[in-house]
């Protein structure tokens, strides 16, 4: 698309996650819901943080992870979130324009720290999340940059940004200023739970705002309150443009109006951390689309993406993500 | 030894490991010493650091490294070293104390932030870093607990510390409570260019007050500006009681009076990050000394050590060291 300067622009938490191992043991006994996330204080941090073992820092945050993404697939990226000026803000400023992805949301200079996950690893690669939202409630309408908006071909928002108070705000003035502009709007569900806190606004937005969404067959399951995955595929259909369903091992499916695919996820050596694999499914789904390949493939490059992002431990890809999809696909 | 409370205490540069993926061109681009340890100043750190790709964050600093080795083997430890009381301090204190170290230094509560060492992880996995050692100027002889001392067997002090202008002091004042504690005194050379810079000091510490030395090849033969190992094998002969020489793939040589051992390195499957494998080897050696394992046993249980950090990025240790060594040497 000859006139815009970006093909996604994502919007959402800036978060630097906090990598530990943990056994599921640790996981019951501490009352935390595997395969979730869960927003806690600054004190049930500070405090599950004393409890577990050495840990390793890295950038993430679910829309800077897809965001990060598709700027290592090639994609032209921009990224909107909000981080404090302190130690690890700078890490996710330095991550995210490291890897080419244009970021100037300016960070706050006073008010709660940069956001932090602390990711739970179990034995068996799953990941639990419990999120301190920190700086991320300072954003706002006014942190969207309308121009860059309007200069994007896709404006890619995360779930989660229904948790801090006034980033719904930003949320809706992004998705008018795409609208408005001819654009495209998507959403990822972020996480079963977050469905559960949002779910009215969340149908009324896939309903009515949402051109291609994004959700993992737990999420698109709690949207519906439906009984399991292909009721909450049905219930789906013709809500948006495209929606495309992640399954873990078992791949995805990608719905269209009347197009209906079923793609296999793409073989691993060794299943490491399933941090971020949503986030790189997107990633890859979204730079198909910018290339403007058929959905089958959009959904393939999102699978080899997340196929990288599972065998090592943290949410960002390890190498790039361009010559990784070139070898399997073999169109270099 | 049932009258310590500690098996070894460590004192060294309290510092936070940024790791990022580089090529040599890169190195040879910006005049990087490669596989070494140079020190750079706020400045020269921010405008590399703004060069180099996502970064991954782990707590380092080679005695620390060391140490959190010797306690993941099941050994007593204690650390000392200054952060400052900001993210990055957090994360060295969480990390130290989580894999069950005693590190009780009060963090510097004004003056540079905690500091880094920006490590530049070749294709090949050797590494070169650049420090900024930040709080650690802050270290001095105040920091030094004397009944923490006594109460160690082994005082470990690594060569860094000479470079912050008050750490020797502090260095001085532990060899000499220790000593005369009748407690024994180590000391790992870290660094070819770290030697040069402080050749006579080394000189007389290795002749007059330690008593365990733990170098590499490079570092040995630049303390005795050898032309080759054996000549600087030769050289430290019957300086130290013992003297521990690493040579990477080719495993160690240990030379304790008239004994000397041989011993090969530890299989490993791949290599991928050669930081923190000296430090390793120290750890396993010292935790055998403490069961007082014969100095072959001792260099073996270092080579484990060593095998396990040299596998993954990161300088210390992914899983448990304790439960490694007994797999590989079978005694439960």
Excluded at 12 to 25: F, K, Q, R, T
Excluded at 140 to 146: A, K, L, M, V
Excluded at 152 to 159: F, K, M, N, R, V
Excluded at 289 to 295: A, H, I, N, R, T
């Amino acid at each position: 698309m000859s006139d815009t300067r970006f093909d996604v622009l994502g919007i959402g938490n800036a978060i630097v996650d906090i990598l530990a191992h943990a056994e599921d043991e640790f996981l019951a006994t501490e009352g935390l819901d595997k395969g979730a996330m869960a927003l806690v204080d600054s004190e049930r941090a500070g405090e599950l943080y004393a409890k577990v073992g050495s840990a390793v820092e890295c950038s993430g945050g679910s829309a800077a992870n897809t965001i990060a993404g598709l700027a290592s697939l090639g994609g032209r990226a921009a990224f909107i979130g909000k981080v404090r000026d302190d130690q690890l803000g700078q890490v996710f400023r330095h991550d995210i324009k490291a890897i080419g992805v244009a970021f100037d949301t300016p960070a706050a200079t006073d008010g709660p720290p940069t956001a932090t996950s602390l990711v739970l690893v179990s034995p068996d690669a799953e990941r639990t999340m419990q999120t301190y939202l920190g700086a991320c409630v300072d954003l706002g309408p006014d942190d969207i940059d309308e121009d860059q908006v309007a200069a994007s071909a896709i404006t890619y928002l995360e779930g989660y940004l229904w948790d801090p108070p006034a980033a719904k705000q930003a949320f809706r003035k992004a998705a008018d200023v795409a609208h408005a502009k001819g654009r495209k709007v998507s959403l990822s569900l972020s996480d079963p739970f977050c469905v559960d806190r949002h779910r009215e606004d969340f149908l009324e937005l896939v309903s009515g705002h949402v051109d291609i969404l994004f959700a993992n067959e737990e999420e698109i399951i709690s949207l519906y309150q439906a009984d399991e995955f292909d009721a909450a595929l049905q219930a789906v259909r013709g809500h948006c443009d495209i929606v495309a369903l992640t399954r873990g091992a078992k791949g995805s499916v990608v719905v269209a109006g009347d197009e209906v695919h079923v793609v296999d996820a793409d073989p691993i050596e060794r299943l490491v951390d399933t941090t971020g694999a949503g986030d790189a499914y997107a990633a890859g789904f979204l730079f198909g689309l910018s290339q403007e390949d058929d959905l089958s493939q959009c959904a393939h490059i999102g699978n080899i993406a997340a196929s990288e992002v599972i065998q090592h431990m943290g949410a960002r890809p390890d190498r790039p993500l361009k010559e990784l999809v070139q070898a399997r696909l073999g169109d270099a």
